[in-house]
T-cell receptor, first 111, second 114 residues
Framework: GNSVTQMEGPVTLSEEAFLTINCTYTATGYPSLFWYVQYPGEGLQLLLKATKADDKGSNKGFEATYRKETTSFHLEKGSVQVSDSAVYFCALKRSQGNLIFGKGTKLSVKP | DGGITQSPKYLFRKEGQNVTLSCEQNLNHDAMYWYRQDPGQGLRLIYYSQIVNDFQKGDIAEGYSVSREKKESFPLTVTSAQKNPTAFYLC?????????????FGEGSRLTVL
């Protein structure tokens, strides 16, 4: 069946450090892939998405590339800020239309 | 502004009581979803509805019920049969069943069973 595995946190970085959060998936076919972000006490916001192989999603300095060879969709940012502190979720879209999520990775950025 | 409104934001319930969480959207979306979030577990799908008067069980539907009488509304009832109801509940919607569209989420409702 479909599943998403992402690196466990928490991840603690200093401001301006490079960020990578790994995400791999198992799926039939080539589902759309998403990264969502959740700030404390809030719902989820879409960060970026990719709908086909080799697509690169990007937003607010974050990037992720849909790699079908490695079934991965790793999230990267070149220079994190304190305001990036949040929980990040990788997700794939099922044929029924709903999303399957990874367990989330908590990121803390220290000044 | 268009969006998804969940209420209440916080809710306390005694064991054995049913409770209903409200979810309203004014995005004119066809599909709506309920997810449950527990620490370290990610989000798990409870129920979803792709059209008015129709809904399907998700991965963890036991102890929950829903209705979809109007396009804008998708309330979730947490029944006394739900063995561990304390959690953060998130409602979402999307324009349809298409393979590429994202889900839009509400702010969530935190239920605590005393």
């Amino acid at each position: 069946g479909n599943s998403v595995t992402q690196m466990e946190g928490p991840v603690t970085l200093s401001e301006e450090a490079f960020l990578t959060i790994n995400c791999t998936y198992t799926a039939t076919g080539y589902p759309s892939l998403f990264w969502y972000v959740q700030y404390p006490g809030e719902g989820l916001q879409l960060l970026l998405k990719a709908t086909k192989a080799d697509d690169k999603g990007s937003n607010k300095g974050f990037e992720a590339t849909y790699r079908k060879e490695t079934t991965s969709f790793h999230l990267e940012k070149g220079s994190v800020q304190v305001s990036d502190s949040a929980v990040y979720f990788c997700a794939l879209k099922r044929s029924q239309g709903n999303l399957i999520f990874g367990k989330g990775t908590k990121l803390s950025v220290k000044p | 502004d268009g969006g998804i409104t969940q209420s209440p934001k916080y809710l306390f319930r005694k064991e054995g009581q049913n409770v209903t969480l409200s979810c309203e959207q004014n995005l004119n979306h066809d599909a709506m979803y309920w997810y449950r979030q527990d620490p370290g577990q990610g989000l798990r799908l409870i129920y979803y509805s792709q059209i008015v008067n129709d809904f399907q069980k998700g991965d963890i539907a036991e102890g929950y019920s829903v209705s979809r009488e109007k396009k804008e509304s998708f309330p979730l009832t947490v029944t006394s049969a739900q063995k561990n109801p304390t959690a953060f509940y998130l409602c979402a919607s999307s324009p349809g069943q298409g393979p590429t569209g994202e889900l839009f989420f509400g702010e969530g409702s935190r239920l605590t069973v005393l």
